[in-house]
Protein backbone atom coordinates (compact mmCIF):
# COMPACT_ATOMS: atom_id res chain seq x y z
CA UNK A 1 0.00 0.00 0.00
CA UNK A 2 2.64 2.42 1.15
CA UNK A 3 4.10 1.43 -1.95
CA UNK A 4 1.17 2.21 -4.47
CA UNK A 5 0.84 5.41 -2.71
CA UNK A 6 4.99 6.57 -3.54
CA UNK A 7 3.99 5.38 -7.14
CA UNK A 8 1.02 7.43 -7.95
CA UNK A 9 2.81 10.25 -5.88
CA UNK A 10 5.35 10.26 -8.75
CA UNK A 11 3.35 9.54 -11.50
CA UNK A 12 1.33 12.37 -11.01
CA UNK A 13 4.56 13.94 -10.70
CA UNK A 14 6.04 13.03 -14.34
CA UNK A 15 3.11 11.76 -15.53
CA UNK A 16 1.15 14.32 -15.90
CA UNK A 17 3.95 16.97 -17.21
CA UNK A 18 4.56 14.50 -20.24
CA UNK A 19 7.95 13.74 -18.95
CA UNK A 20 8.03 10.20 -19.28
CA UNK A 21 11.06 9.86 -16.48
CA UNK A 22 11.17 6.92 -14.73
CA UNK A 23 10.87 6.68 -11.11
CA UNK A 24 13.11 5.98 -8.67
CA UNK A 25 12.58 2.57 -7.28
CA UNK A 26 13.72 0.03 -4.87
CA UNK A 27 16.38 -1.76 -7.53
CA UNK A 28 16.23 -4.61 -4.96
CA UNK A 29 12.68 -5.17 -5.83
CA UNK A 30 13.91 -6.05 -9.49
CA UNK A 31 17.05 -7.78 -9.76
CA UNK A 32 16.41 -8.86 -13.36
CA UNK A 33 15.56 -5.76 -14.50
CA UNK A 34 17.27 -2.22 -16.02
CA UNK A 35 17.05 0.55 -14.04
CA UNK A 36 18.34 4.39 -13.75
CA UNK A 37 21.27 3.31 -11.54
CA UNK A 38 21.92 -0.11 -13.38
CA UNK A 39 20.59 0.34 -16.52
CA UNK A 40 20.40 -2.77 -19.38
CA UNK A 41 23.39 -3.08 -21.90
CA UNK A 42 23.86 -0.85 -23.86
CA UNK A 43 23.70 1.63 -21.19
CA UNK A 44 23.00 5.12 -23.27
CA UNK A 45 19.08 4.46 -23.83
CA UNK A 46 17.74 3.26 -20.78
CA UNK A 47 14.33 1.48 -20.80
CA UNK A 48 11.99 3.72 -19.39
CA UNK A 49 7.93 3.58 -18.44
CA UNK A 50 5.55 3.20 -21.12
CA UNK A 51 4.89 6.52 -21.77
CA UNK A 52 1.91 7.54 -19.49
CA UNK A 53 -0.30 9.65 -21.64
CA UNK A 54 -3.36 10.24 -19.91
CA UNK A 55 -5.78 10.17 -23.35
CA UNK A 56 -4.59 7.52 -25.30
CA UNK A 57 -2.21 4.40 -25.15
CA UNK A 58 -2.21 1.62 -22.29
CA UNK A 59 -2.63 2.61 -19.03
CA UNK A 60 0.44 3.02 -16.84
CA UNK A 61 1.22 -0.41 -15.48
CA UNK A 62 1.14 -1.02 -11.47
CA UNK A 63 4.32 -1.59 -11.45
CA UNK A 64 7.88 -0.81 -12.86
CA UNK A 65 8.84 -2.82 -15.45
CA UNK A 66 11.40 -5.07 -15.50
CA UNK A 67 13.45 -6.48 -18.75
CA UNK A 68 12.93 -10.47 -19.00
CA UNK A 69 16.02 -10.54 -21.44
CA UNK A 70 17.94 -8.66 -23.79
CA UNK A 71 16.34 -5.93 -25.53
CA UNK A 72 14.24 -7.63 -28.94
CA UNK A 73 13.79 -5.64 -32.24
CA UNK A 74 11.78 -6.09 -35.78
CA UNK A 75 12.94 -4.20 -38.98
CA UNK A 76 11.11 -0.82 -37.40
CA UNK A 77 11.31 -0.99 -33.51
CA UNK A 78 13.39 -2.07 -30.75
CA UNK A 79 12.20 -2.96 -26.95
CA UNK A 80 11.81 -5.15 -24.09
CA UNK A 81 9.30 -7.39 -22.16
CA UNK A 82 8.69 -7.30 -18.62
CA UNK A 83 9.43 -10.39 -16.76
CA UNK A 84 6.29 -9.25 -14.61
CA UNK A 85 3.90 -8.61 -16.66
CA UNK A 86 5.08 -9.91 -19.95
CA UNK A 87 4.21 -5.68 -22.02
CA UNK A 88 6.68 -4.32 -23.95
CA UNK A 89 8.64 -1.42 -22.81
CA UNK A 90 10.97 1.29 -24.11
CA UNK A 91 10.12 0.78 -27.56
CA UNK A 92 11.97 2.89 -30.12
CA UNK A 93 13.18 3.83 -33.46
CA UNK A 94 16.82 2.05 -34.35
CA UNK A 95 19.15 4.33 -33.64
CA UNK A 96 21.21 3.14 -37.52
CA UNK A 97 24.88 4.20 -38.57
CA UNK A 98 26.27 2.47 -41.59
CA UNK A 99 23.25 -0.15 -41.65
CA UNK A 100 23.58 -1.18 -37.72
CA UNK A 101 21.58 -0.03 -35.36
CA UNK A 102 23.81 1.52 -32.84
CA UNK A 103 21.89 0.17 -29.61
CA UNK A 104 19.99 -3.36 -30.25
CA UNK A 105 22.25 -4.24 -33.23
CA UNK A 106 19.56 -4.69 -35.84
CA UNK A 107 21.39 -4.83 -39.41
CA UNK A 108 19.36 -3.47 -42.75
CA UNK A 109 19.21 -6.89 -45.03
CA UNK A 110 21.87 -5.93 -47.20
CA UNK A 111 20.07 -5.35 -51.18
CA UNK A 112 21.24 -4.19 -54.20
CA UNK A 113 19.03 -1.12 -55.56
CA UNK A 114 18.02 -2.90 -58.67
CA UNK A 115 15.45 -1.62 -61.34
CA UNK A 116 13.30 -4.26 -63.69
CA UNK A 117 14.63 -4.65 -67.05
CA UNK A 118 13.09 -7.09 -69.74
CA UNK A 119 13.33 -10.89 -68.66
CA UNK A 120 14.39 -9.83 -65.04
CA UNK A 121 16.22 -6.80 -63.02
CA UNK A 122 19.55 -4.73 -64.11
CA UNK A 123 21.38 -3.99 -60.92
CA UNK A 124 21.67 -0.03 -60.79
CA UNK A 125 23.69 0.80 -57.68
CA UNK A 126 24.75 -0.60 -54.09
CA UNK A 127 21.49 -0.19 -52.62
CA UNK A 128 22.34 -1.13 -48.76
CA UNK A 129 25.18 -2.96 -49.22
CA UNK A 130 28.33 -2.62 -47.36
CA UNK A 131 30.94 -4.49 -48.54
CA UNK A 132 33.33 -3.87 -50.50
CA UNK A 133 33.49 -7.80 -51.88
CA UNK A 134 30.42 -7.83 -54.32
CA UNK A 135 28.28 -10.73 -54.44
CA UNK A 136 25.89 -9.89 -57.60
CA UNK A 137 23.31 -12.45 -56.63
CA UNK A 138 21.35 -14.39 -59.89
CA UNK A 139 18.10 -13.44 -58.67
CA UNK A 140 16.67 -10.58 -56.53
CA UNK A 141 12.91 -10.83 -55.99
CA UNK A 142 12.49 -14.22 -57.83
CA UNK A 143 13.90 -12.15 -60.89
CA UNK A 144 17.02 -13.26 -62.41
CA UNK A 145 19.41 -10.35 -62.30
CA UNK A 146 20.24 -10.07 -66.63
CA UNK A 147 22.33 -6.23 -66.24
CA UNK A 148 24.50 -4.03 -64.76
CA UNK A 149 23.31 -0.61 -65.24
CA UNK A 150 25.32 1.86 -66.92
CA UNK A 151 27.56 3.79 -64.17
CA UNK A 152 26.25 1.54 -61.87
CA UNK A 153 29.22 1.02 -59.64
CA UNK A 154 31.10 4.11 -61.04
CA UNK A 155 33.32 5.50 -58.31
CA UNK A 156 32.14 3.48 -55.41
CA UNK A 157 34.71 1.62 -52.54
CA UNK A 158 35.01 -1.99 -54.07
CA UNK A 159 37.89 -4.52 -54.06
CA UNK A 160 36.07 -7.84 -55.71
CA UNK A 161 33.16 -8.80 -57.31
CA UNK A 162 31.51 -11.62 -58.32
CA UNK A 163 28.96 -11.23 -61.75
CA UNK A 164 26.38 -13.60 -61.49
CA UNK A 165 25.88 -16.33 -63.95
CA UNK A 166 22.09 -15.28 -65.12
CA UNK A 167 24.13 -11.45 -66.12
CA UNK A 168 23.84 -10.70 -70.13
CA UNK A 169 24.99 -7.38 -70.15
CA UNK A 170 27.10 -4.44 -68.24
CA UNK A 171 26.48 -0.91 -68.93
CA UNK A 172 28.94 1.83 -70.05
CA UNK A 173 31.62 2.82 -66.94
CA UNK A 174 29.79 0.38 -64.19
CA UNK A 175 32.78 0.04 -63.01
CA UNK A 176 34.62 3.51 -63.62
CA UNK A 177 36.65 4.72 -61.43
CA UNK A 178 36.64 1.85 -58.82
CA UNK A 179 40.39 2.60 -58.15
CA UNK A 180 40.33 -0.42 -55.65
CA UNK A 181 38.99 -3.23 -57.80
CA UNK A 182 41.15 -5.98 -57.79
CA UNK A 183 39.48 -9.10 -58.14
CA UNK A 184 36.79 -9.27 -60.83
CA UNK A 185 34.85 -13.25 -61.60
CA UNK A 186 33.08 -13.42 -64.56
CA UNK A 187 30.28 -16.53 -64.47
CA UNK A 188 28.68 -15.70 -67.70
CA UNK A 189 29.65 -14.16 -71.47
CA UNK A 190 28.25 -10.76 -71.21
CA UNK A 191 28.58 -7.77 -73.38
CA UNK A 192 30.40 -5.56 -71.73
CA UNK A 193 29.77 -1.63 -72.48
CA UNK A 194 32.40 1.08 -72.87
CA UNK A 195 35.04 2.29 -70.84
CA UNK A 196 33.19 -0.27 -68.05
CA UNK A 197 36.48 -0.78 -66.26
CA UNK A 198 38.40 2.66 -67.82
CA UNK A 199 40.09 3.93 -64.14
CA UNK A 200 40.44 1.05 -62.85
CA UNK A 201 43.66 -1.74 -61.94
CA UNK A 202 41.96 -5.48 -61.68
CA UNK A 203 45.07 -7.54 -61.31
CA UNK A 204 43.12 -11.09 -61.73
CA UNK A 205 40.40 -12.04 -63.39
CA UNK A 206 38.32 -15.41 -63.19
CA UNK A 207 36.31 -17.44 -65.85
CA UNK A 208 35.17 -20.58 -65.76
CA UNK A 209 37.29 -21.46 -68.82
CA UNK A 210 38.21 -20.49 -72.54
CA UNK A 211 35.23 -21.37 -74.30
CA UNK A 212 32.94 -19.26 -71.87
CA UNK A 213 35.80 -16.13 -72.08
CA UNK A 214 35.65 -16.20 -75.79
CA UNK A 215 31.85 -15.67 -76.00
CA UNK A 216 32.70 -12.29 -73.90
CA UNK A 217 31.88 -9.15 -75.98
CA UNK A 218 33.81 -5.85 -74.96
CA UNK A 219 32.77 -2.58 -76.78
CA UNK A 220 36.23 -1.13 -76.11
CA UNK A 221 39.76 -2.04 -74.33
CA UNK A 222 38.45 -0.48 -71.39
CA UNK A 223 35.69 -2.60 -71.06
CA UNK A 224 37.79 -5.39 -70.67
CA UNK A 225 39.12 -5.62 -66.62
CA UNK A 226 42.55 -7.55 -68.00
CA UNK A 227 43.64 -3.87 -69.97
CA UNK A 228 45.76 -2.26 -67.67
CA UNK A 229 47.80 -5.58 -67.15
CA UNK A 230 45.77 -7.97 -65.46
CA UNK A 231 46.15 -11.87 -65.36
CA UNK A 232 44.08 -14.00 -66.35
CA UNK A 233 42.71 -17.31 -64.64
CA UNK A 234 40.72 -20.03 -66.30
CA UNK A 235 39.63 -21.79 -62.81
CA UNK A 236 42.94 -22.21 -60.72
CA UNK A 237 44.89 -21.91 -63.68
CA UNK A 238 46.50 -18.81 -65.29
CA UNK A 239 45.67 -18.73 -68.98
CA UNK A 240 49.18 -19.16 -69.95
CA UNK A 241 48.77 -21.15 -72.93
CA UNK A 242 46.26 -20.57 -75.46
CA UNK A 243 44.29 -23.22 -77.64
CA UNK A 244 41.74 -21.09 -79.78
CA UNK A 245 39.29 -22.22 -81.98
CA UNK A 246 36.29 -20.34 -83.41
CA UNK A 247 35.67 -16.84 -83.10
CA UNK A 248 37.76 -14.29 -80.58
CA UNK A 249 35.89 -11.57 -80.23
CA UNK A 250 37.90 -8.12 -80.33
CA UNK A 251 39.93 -6.87 -77.03
CA UNK A 252 39.50 -10.63 -75.70
CA UNK A 253 42.86 -10.83 -74.39
CA UNK A 254 43.70 -7.08 -74.42
CA UNK A 255 46.27 -5.64 -72.12
CA UNK A 256 46.40 -9.14 -70.52
CA UNK A 257 50.22 -10.69 -68.89
CA UNK A 258 49.18 -13.52 -68.49
CA UNK A 259 49.27 -15.82 -72.54
CA UNK A 260 52.76 -16.68 -73.38
CA UNK A 261 51.94 -19.00 -75.96
CA UNK A 262 48.65 -18.89 -78.48
CA UNK A 263 47.73 -21.31 -81.25
CA UNK A 264 44.84 -21.16 -83.87
CA UNK A 265 43.82 -24.17 -86.37
CA UNK A 266 41.23 -22.04 -88.17
CA UNK A 267 38.86 -19.43 -86.86
CA UNK A 268 38.92 -15.77 -86.72
CA UNK A 269 41.14 -13.85 -84.09
CA UNK A 270 39.04 -9.71 -83.84
CA UNK A 271 40.67 -7.04 -83.69
CA UNK A 272 43.20 -6.05 -81.15
CA UNK A 273 41.86 -9.35 -79.16
CA UNK A 274 45.74 -9.64 -78.04
CA UNK A 275 47.05 -6.29 -78.49
CA UNK A 276 49.51 -5.27 -75.36
CA UNK A 277 49.26 -8.92 -74.56
CA UNK A 278 53.38 -7.98 -74.27
CA UNK A 279 54.29 -11.33 -72.69
CA UNK A 280 53.10 -13.31 -75.83
CA UNK A 281 56.16 -14.32 -77.95
CA UNK A 282 55.08 -17.90 -79.59
CA UNK A 283 52.13 -17.73 -82.16
CA UNK A 284 51.07 -20.50 -84.44
CA UNK A 285 48.36 -19.80 -86.98
CA UNK A 286 46.76 -22.38 -89.53
CA UNK A 287 46.00 -21.77 -92.92
CA UNK A 288 42.21 -21.25 -92.60
CA UNK A 289 42.43 -18.33 -89.95
CA UNK A 290 41.70 -14.51 -90.11
CA UNK A 291 43.51 -12.05 -88.30
CA UNK A 292 41.69 -8.72 -87.70
CA UNK A 293 42.97 -5.59 -87.27
CA UNK A 294 46.36 -4.96 -84.75
CA UNK A 295 45.38 -8.03 -83.34
CA UNK A 296 49.24 -8.77 -82.29
CA UNK A 297 49.84 -4.78 -81.70
CA UNK A 298 52.01 -4.75 -78.91
CA UNK A 299 53.42 -7.99 -77.89
CA UNK A 300 56.69 -9.57 -77.92
CA UNK A 301 55.81 -11.67 -81.18
CA UNK A 302 55.25 -8.61 -82.83
CA UNK A 303 57.73 -6.45 -81.58
CA UNK A 304 60.48 -8.65 -82.16
CA UNK A 305 59.52 -9.06 -85.57
CA UNK A 306 60.86 -6.36 -87.17
CA UNK A 307 59.56 -4.42 -90.11
CA UNK A 308 57.84 -7.12 -91.90
CA UNK A 309 56.29 -10.19 -89.56
CA UNK A 310 54.60 -13.65 -90.98
CA UNK A 311 52.89 -15.85 -88.47
CA UNK A 312 52.96 -18.71 -90.68
CA UNK A 313 51.22 -18.29 -93.62
CA UNK A 314 49.81 -14.61 -92.49
CA UNK A 315 51.27 -11.53 -93.24
CA UNK A 316 50.64 -9.76 -89.97
CA UNK A 317 52.56 -6.25 -89.78
CA UNK A 318 54.38 -4.64 -92.65
CA UNK A 319 56.44 -1.38 -91.23
CA UNK A 320 59.38 -0.97 -94.47
CA UNK A 321 60.05 1.97 -96.37
CA UNK A 322 60.07 0.99 -99.63
CA UNK A 323 57.66 1.51 -102.47
CA UNK A 324 57.19 -1.61 -103.75
CA UNK A 325 56.73 -4.72 -101.85
CA UNK A 326 56.33 -8.34 -102.87
CA UNK A 327 54.25 -10.56 -100.20
CA UNK A 328 56.01 -13.24 -99.42
CA UNK A 329 54.94 -16.56 -102.20
CA UNK A 330 52.36 -19.59 -99.96
CA UNK A 331 50.69 -16.18 -98.17
CA UNK A 332 47.20 -16.80 -97.24
CA UNK A 333 46.03 -13.92 -95.86
CA UNK A 334 47.03 -10.12 -94.92
CA UNK A 335 46.02 -9.27 -91.12
CA UNK A 336 44.04 -6.37 -90.16
CA UNK A 337 45.77 -3.41 -90.49
CA UNK A 338 49.03 -5.08 -91.65
CA UNK A 339 50.00 -1.92 -94.17
CA UNK A 340 47.63 0.48 -92.88
CA UNK A 341 49.12 4.47 -93.05
CA UNK A 342 51.80 2.95 -94.96
CA UNK A 343 52.06 6.47 -97.08
CA UNK A 344 55.45 5.33 -98.94
CA UNK A 345 54.06 2.16 -100.53
CA UNK A 346 53.04 2.95 -104.73
CA UNK A 347 52.75 -0.87 -105.55
CA UNK A 348 52.06 -4.20 -103.81
CA UNK A 349 51.81 -7.44 -105.58
CA UNK A 350 49.87 -10.34 -103.93
CA UNK A 351 50.78 -14.00 -104.31
CA UNK A 352 48.86 -16.33 -105.91
CA UNK A 353 47.53 -18.45 -103.22
CA UNK A 354 46.17 -15.58 -101.37
CA UNK A 355 42.64 -15.73 -99.65
CA UNK A 356 41.75 -13.10 -97.22
CA UNK A 357 42.52 -9.20 -96.74
CA UNK A 358 40.91 -8.70 -93.68
CA UNK A 359 40.07 -5.40 -92.29
CA UNK A 360 42.14 -1.96 -92.97
CA UNK A 361 44.46 -3.90 -94.77
CA UNK A 362 45.32 -0.93 -96.86
CA UNK A 363 44.06 1.88 -95.31
CA UNK A 364 45.36 5.34 -95.14
CA UNK A 365 48.12 4.24 -98.12
CA UNK A 366 48.14 7.12 -99.73
CA UNK A 367 50.61 6.56 -102.17
CA UNK A 368 49.44 3.00 -103.39
CA UNK A 369 48.69 3.29 -106.93
CA UNK A 370 48.60 -0.28 -107.87
CA UNK A 371 47.08 -3.71 -106.54
CA UNK A 372 46.36 -7.08 -108.24
CA UNK A 373 44.27 -9.00 -106.49
CA UNK A 374 45.03 -12.73 -107.30
CA UNK A 375 42.85 -15.81 -108.92
CA UNK A 376 42.46 -17.46 -105.23
CA UNK A 377 40.89 -14.50 -103.74
CA UNK A 378 37.56 -14.99 -101.46
CA UNK A 379 37.50 -11.87 -99.61
CA UNK A 380 38.38 -8.62 -99.28
CA UNK A 381 37.13 -7.04 -95.51
CA UNK A 382 36.06 -3.68 -94.33
CA UNK A 383 37.94 -0.77 -95.39
CA UNK A 384 40.19 -2.54 -96.63
CA UNK A 385 41.72 0.29 -99.10
CA UNK A 386 39.59 3.01 -97.66
CA UNK A 387 41.56 5.96 -97.93
CA UNK A 388 43.66 4.90 -100.66
CA UNK A 389 43.51 8.13 -102.57
CA UNK A 390 45.87 7.27 -105.58
CA UNK A 391 44.20 3.75 -106.42
CA UNK A 392 42.24 4.62 -109.80
CA UNK A 393 41.74 1.35 -110.94
CA UNK A 394 40.76 -2.03 -109.62
CA UNK A 395 39.67 -5.86 -110.83
CA UNK A 396 38.04 -8.32 -109.10
CA UNK A 397 38.91 -12.00 -109.95
CA UNK A 398 36.17 -14.39 -110.06
CA UNK A 399 36.97 -16.47 -107.06
CA UNK A 400 36.00 -13.31 -104.80
CA UNK A 401 33.17 -14.43 -102.18
CA UNK A 402 32.42 -10.82 -100.74
CA UNK A 403 33.44 -7.14 -100.27
CA UNK A 404 33.18 -5.83 -96.87
CA UNK A 405 31.67 -2.35 -95.97
CA UNK A 406 33.19 0.44 -96.68
CA UNK A 407 36.28 -1.34 -98.17
CA UNK A 408 37.17 1.57 -101.11
CA UNK A 409 35.66 4.61 -99.44
CA UNK A 410 37.29 7.51 -99.85
CA UNK A 411 39.44 5.71 -102.66
CA UNK A 412 40.54 7.41 -105.72
CA UNK A 413 39.03 4.48 -107.57
CA UNK A 414 37.39 5.44 -111.26
CA UNK A 415 37.19 1.83 -112.22
CA UNK A 416 36.26 -1.37 -110.80
CA UNK A 417 35.70 -4.43 -112.94
CA UNK A 418 34.04 -7.50 -111.96
CA UNK A 419 34.57 -10.76 -113.77
CA UNK A 420 31.20 -12.16 -112.62
CA UNK A 421 28.93 -9.18 -112.47
CA UNK A 422 26.08 -11.28 -111.75
CA UNK A 423 24.65 -12.17 -108.50
CA UNK A 424 25.95 -9.70 -106.47
CA UNK A 425 23.77 -8.96 -103.55
CA UNK A 426 23.60 -6.44 -100.51
CA UNK A 427 21.57 -5.90 -97.48
CA UNK A 428 19.58 -4.29 -99.94
CA UNK A 429 19.24 -6.90 -102.44
CA UNK A 430 20.54 -7.66 -105.73
CA UNK A 431 23.79 -5.37 -107.08
CA UNK A 432 24.03 -5.20 -110.84
CA UNK A 433 28.12 -4.17 -111.26
CA UNK A 434 28.97 -4.68 -114.85
CA UNK A 435 29.70 -1.09 -115.43
CA UNK A 436 33.37 -0.69 -114.29
CA UNK A 437 32.75 3.21 -113.39
CA UNK A 438 29.27 2.63 -111.94
CA UNK A 439 30.74 -0.20 -109.87
CA UNK A 440 33.85 2.27 -109.02
CA UNK A 441 31.53 4.48 -107.68
CA UNK A 442 29.27 2.70 -105.77
CA UNK A 443 32.51 1.02 -104.09
CA UNK A 444 33.70 4.09 -102.84
CA UNK A 445 30.77 5.85 -101.38
CA UNK A 446 30.85 7.31 -97.71
CA UNK A 447 28.53 4.62 -96.98
CA UNK A 448 29.05 2.01 -99.13
CA UNK A 449 27.81 -1.72 -97.65
CA UNK A 450 28.87 -5.54 -97.82
CA UNK A 451 28.40 -6.73 -101.31
CA UNK A 452 28.73 -10.95 -101.30
CA UNK A 453 28.29 -12.51 -104.45
CA UNK A 454 25.37 -15.29 -104.18
CA UNK A 455 24.37 -18.35 -106.52
CA UNK A 456 25.44 -21.34 -104.25
CA UNK A 457 28.94 -20.14 -104.16
CA UNK A 458 30.76 -21.63 -101.41
CA UNK A 459 31.25 -18.97 -97.88
CA UNK A 460 34.27 -19.52 -96.37
CA UNK A 461 33.60 -20.97 -93.03
CA UNK A 462 34.76 -17.21 -91.36
CA UNK A 463 32.58 -16.06 -93.21
CA UNK A 464 29.28 -17.07 -92.11
CA UNK A 465 28.28 -14.74 -89.47
CA UNK A 466 28.39 -11.85 -92.05
CA UNK A 467 25.69 -12.98 -93.83
ZN1 LIG B 1 5.72 -5.04 -16.32
ZN1 LIG C 1 17.76 -0.80 -32.58
Given at each position: MKKFALFSALFLLFGLCGCAKKPVENVDEYPSGPTEEEPAPPAEDGPEL????????????AHMHAAAGDRLFDAEKHWYVCADCGEKFSVSDHTMEGGM?????????EAFETAPAAEGCTVVGLGTVTSPDLLLPEEVDGKPVVGIAER???????TSVTLPASLQTIGER????????DVVRFLSAPTVGA?????CKVSRVECEGLSVWQ???????????????GRLFFGETEAEALSLSGEVLP??????????RAEMVRGTLGA??????????DVTLGTDVTVGEN????TAALEEGGAEVYFGEHLIRYRGAAKRYEVRAGTKSIAGG?????????RVTLPEGLLFLS??????????QSISLPSSLLEIGAE?????????AVSFPASLVRIGER???????KSASF?????WTSAAGTVVLSDPLAAAERLKAADAAAIWLEAGRKLPETDRNAL
Open positions: VDPEPSEGPAPPCTLCGYRVAAFAGESIAFAGCSGLDAFSGKICFAAPTSNPLFSGYAFYGCISPKECFADCTFLSAFEGAFEGNTLLEERAFTGCLALAFSGCAALEAFSGSGLSLAEG
